[in-house]
Every structure is written in C-alpha cells, then in structure tokens.
C-alpha cells in the first residue's frame, strides 16, 4: 500500500478556500523562566479546515492555543484572524478545554448562554435561548436544557460545553484535548458528533490531541511539532474521504497514516 497520498506536502482540500487564521514567524519565550516554548511557528487556517496538531508533552501545543485565542502575548511575530490581528480574547474564537468547566448553579441552558450573557447582557442571552435549544437538540440534549451540570454525564457535559462554545458562531473552533478524559466509546461519538457539528456550521477548527487515530479521522491536515524550541516540523495531509467513518480506523490506509506519525515523532512518542 503507497502513502504517497497521506505523505505529501501537497495542499489539502480545503487549501484553495479563503485563508482564516494567518499565523506568522511567531515566537514566544516566557519571560518567568526564560523558556523558549515556540519557535518561528508558521501556520494558515482555510475556511471549513479541521487541523491538528501533535506531539510529545510539553512542545508547545497549549502554548500555541493560547496565542491564538488572544489568551497569551506573543513574544515575536503575528496572528490574524479574518484580517484582524488577535490581540485579546474574541467572540469569533470558541474555545475548548479538556475539562468541561460547567457552573454547576446553572442549567444546561444557562450555561450554554453564558458567553453571551458575560459579554453583550441578560437581554441578549434572553434573544439566543431559540439559538442555544437548536445547538442542544444538536448534539442530543434536547431534553436536557433546564437540568443542573451534576445530573449529567461526562459526555453530556462535554456536549453542552461544545454548545457553549458555539453560541456566539466563531469562526474558529480551538480545542485543547477536549475528549481526552472521556471513555473510548463517548470519544468516538464525540469525534463524528464533531465532524457533523463542523460540517454544518462550516466552522474552521484547530484540535490538539494526544490521540492519534482521533488526529487523523478527523483532520485534513496534521502539523507534528517538535520540543526544545516547540516548532512545527512537518504536515501531513489526510486523503480519507469525508465524511469520515468509525469504520475507516480499521482500514490498513488508516494505520499506515497513524504508523507513519509514530514514527515522525520517534521515541517521545505516545499512546
Ligand atoms: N506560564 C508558563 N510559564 C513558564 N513556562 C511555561 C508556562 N506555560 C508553559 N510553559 C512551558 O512551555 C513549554 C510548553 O508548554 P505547553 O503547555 O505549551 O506544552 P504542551 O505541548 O501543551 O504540553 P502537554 O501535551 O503536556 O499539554 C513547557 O516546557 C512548559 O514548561
Ligand atoms: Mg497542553
């Protein structure tokens, strides 16, 4: 079986599609340890993109987020979101951490409006309730809008926090290993309720993972970073057909891809 498919640096399917996020020679050294976390990072986000980005702990991945969420300065260099450079925290930017980070003294609902309410009032949260109910029926909590955080599930609360993120329409989705302290199963489902929900919403997103396999069903494109400076060394183009399929994780072509990244990340490596 070739991997010239999934090898070459030939532009992904998304690539003729109106750049979104334009990264460029950035650089960050925190100053409390003098530490360089990134290096000369160089990156274009495509309109309907989905990339990840791999590699081992401490390379720089959250750090990247970071900047790109307008969460962290930049020491040198540029990020421009829809030709605006990010210089602070944004509601074209949703955002998605590992843990689901729900108020438990509110609902469902509430917490789903809650970036709304924090930045445009009660009165504007009040106008995106129909909004908030189609993105719980969305990812099937349809009947879950009115109960507090505690009576849902580990993957139900990830579903909320991912309406949550949504509420405001960003342009780009950014998420920190936002499934990784779910059940493999939950994962799974989580994984194509993402493709589906990015689908519809055309959205533009930016996934870190430990998780290969979830790398690689998921992306059009893969950036391998290496540590000591965190830099990108290499990108790595996903030919899956979409949309993608459970099924597809068994199919030889899908473990050449994820053999192939193991072994781009040599001994650090991963799961
Ligand atoms: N606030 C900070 N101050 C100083 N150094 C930091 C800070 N945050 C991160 N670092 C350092 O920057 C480097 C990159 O950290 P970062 O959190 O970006 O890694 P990561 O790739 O997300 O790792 P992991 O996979 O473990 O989440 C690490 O060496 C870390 O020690
Ligand atoms: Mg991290």
């Excluded at 998304?14 to 996020?21: D, I, N």
């Excluded at 990812?139 to 139900?156: R, Y």
């Amino acid at each position: 079986m070739t991997m010239e498919g999934a090898m070459t640096l030939t532009e992904g399917p998304a690539a003729h599609a109106r750049p979104v996020y334009q990264i460029d020679r950035l650089s960050k050294t925190y100053a409390r340890n003098s530490l360089t976390a990134l290096t000369d990072v160089k990156l274009t986000l495509h309109k309907g993109e989905f990339v990840s980005v791999v590699g081992s702990s401490g390379c720089g991945k959250s750090t990247l987020l970071k900047i790109m969420a307008g969460l962290l300065p930049p020491t040198k260099g540029r990020v421009v979101l829809e030709g605006r450079p990010v210089t602070g925290p944004r509601d074209d930017i949703g955002m998605m951490f590992q843990q689901a980070t729900l108020l438990p003294w509110k609902t469902t609902l509430q917490n789903v409006l809650l970036p709304i309410e924090m930045r445009q009032g009660r009165s504007a949260a009040k106008a995106a309730i129909p909004r908030a109910l189609d993105l719980l029926q969305l990812v099937g909590l349809g009947d879950f809008a009115n109960v507090f955080p505690g009576e849902l599930s580990g993957g139900m609360a990830q579903r909320a926090s991912i309406c949550r993120m949504l509420i405001s329409n960003p342009a780009v989705l950014l998420l920190d290993e936002p499934f990784s302290a779910l059940d493999e199963l939950t994962r799974d489902f989580m994984n194509m309720e993402l493709q589906r929900i990015c689908a519809e919403q055309q959205a533009t997103a930016f996934l870190v993972t430990h998780s290969l396999a979830e790398a690689v069903i998921l992306s059009d494109r893969i950036l391998v970073m290496k540590p000591r400076p965190g830099r990108i060394v290499e990108e790595i183009v996903i030919d899956l057909p979409r949309p993608r399929t459970l099924e597809m994780v068994n199919t030889p072509h899908f473990g050449d891809i994820v053999a192939h990244i193991r072994d781009l990340l040599g001994k650090e490596a991963f799961q």
